[in-house]
């Protein structure tokens, strides 16, 4: 079983629970998981606060930025064995979860670049008055991130958070624990010192929440749902403390009749269906002008019908679903598109080959009408939803 990484090492949850991580490749256990509660996030906290008044508290920007790059060396040669982490636990194709892995270590290389440039101000107020800003760490911060790039978005807000001189407690989504939990031993690999950064594994409505509440939280960054971030927001006002949240979108493509069609067709497949659609900036619906809206439907689909899918360590274009449930909510969203008169072009469901796992084939639908769920609500799928359109205003419309 593994547990949480609180003051530089691995403990159970307080009350002794714990979940089991699922391949979604093969719907078949990966590891138990310490079940995080309040007072494991109590632990994490105060640790994260003894932090910051001790040794981490003391160290110059530039020492700062230099455990930095030692955390970035320690993951740049540990990459492989995250990337297998990642596919596993995610379901995404090897190849994308090493490419996470090398932003991972850009992002924090350039953080720690930046933490001895943080620089307050003076003000000129006249001779006899010396007036500046003096910037200080914020203090102990809570960090939730998705299941999508779970190591990618952890580090994200992570390391301006460390490059700044905060500490951190760290709650990896339930779908995706395992890279945040390889991240803490690889912090005290890098002489990062305990306490810096905690890892508590859990659910949103026992750990997550719990962070939010806490009073020695004095800051909380969010990537998920709407629905999740408007809790978070209203959590985090008890205490007033500042929220950075990044939410769902439901992002369009509008192409025109005189739009570069083969150019077209490729980012469609990108921006459409990377990541198995499990991508918050994805273009998921595509509004066409209509004297190109066939010829473009039938182009895109014939490039979709080409993108291979399967599990995630076979490498293919697209791997599975997250989990489950996520599948279940696709599913749902394709049948009723189906009920409200959208045409399936190709995909719409399980891909016949793959009896296991949690897999959607590419799917584009026709013909879809802008009012309904499928065109106004995100997916978080391997779906493309087309609407044509006659004129520009129409189109915004």
Not at 255 to 264: G, N, P, S
Not at 283 to 288: G, K, M, T
């Amino acid at each position: 079983m593994k547990g949480h990484w609180i003051d530089g090492g691995e403990v159970p949850a307080a009350d002794g629970r714990s979940f089991v991580t699922v391949d979604p490749s093969t719907e078949e256990p990966i590891a138990a998981v310490a079940r995080g509660g309040a007072e494991d996030v109590e632990r994490a906290v105060r640790a994260a606060a003894g932090a910051l008044d001790g040794a981490w508290g003391r160290l110059a920007p530039a020492e700062r930025g230099a455990l930095l790059h030692r955390l970035a060396d320690r993951i740049a040669a540990a990459a492989d064995e995250l990337a297998q982490l990642e596919a596993r636990d995610v379901g995404k194709p090897l190849r994308e979860a090493r490419g996470d892995m090398a932003g991972v270590v850009a992002t924090l290389r350039y953080n720690a670049g930046a933490a001895d440039k943080v620089e307050g101000a003076t003000i000129p107020l006249g001779p006899e008055v010396v007036d500046f800003t003096l910037l200080e760490p914020l203090g102990v911060t809570g960090h939730i991130v998705p299941w999508n790039f779970p190591l990618g978005m952890a580090a994200r807000s992570l390391a301006p958070a460390l490059a700044a001189g905060c500490t951190a407690v760290l709650k990896p989504a339930e779908q995706s624990p395992l890279t945040a939990l390889r991240l803490g031993p690889l912090c005290a690999e890098a002489g990062i010192p305990p306490g810096v950064v905690n890892v508590v594994t859990g659910f949103g409505e026992e750990a997550g929440e719990a962070l939010v509440r806490h009073p020695l939280v004095r800051g909380v960054t969010f990537t998920g749902s709407v629905a999740t971030g408007r809790k978070v927001m209203a959590a985090a006002a008890s205490t007033i403390k500042p929220v950075v949240l990044e939410l769902g979108g439901k992002n369009p493509l509008l192409a025109f009749a005189d739009a570069d069609l083969d150019r077209l067709v490729e980012d469609l497949a990108d921006a459409a269906f990377g990541n198995s659609g499990q991508v918050c900036s994805a273009c998921s619906r595509l509004l066409v002008e209509r004297p190109v809206a066939a010829e473009l439907v039938e182009r895109i689909a014939a490039r979709a019908r080409r993108i291979t899918v399967g599990p995630a360590l076979e490498d293919r274009d697209l791997g599975p679903l997250v989990s489950a449930e996520q599948h279940g909510r696709v599913l749902a969203y394709l049948d009723a598109a189906r009920q409200d008169g959208a045409r399936v072009v190709c995909g719409g469901g399980r891909p016949a080959d793959l009896p296991r796992g949690w897999f959607v084939a590419p799917t584009v639908l026709d013909r879809v009408d802008p009012a309904s769920p499928i065109a106004r609500e995100e997916v978080f799928g391997p779906v493309l939803a087309v609407s044509a359109f006659d004129s520009e205003e129409e189109a915004l419309r």
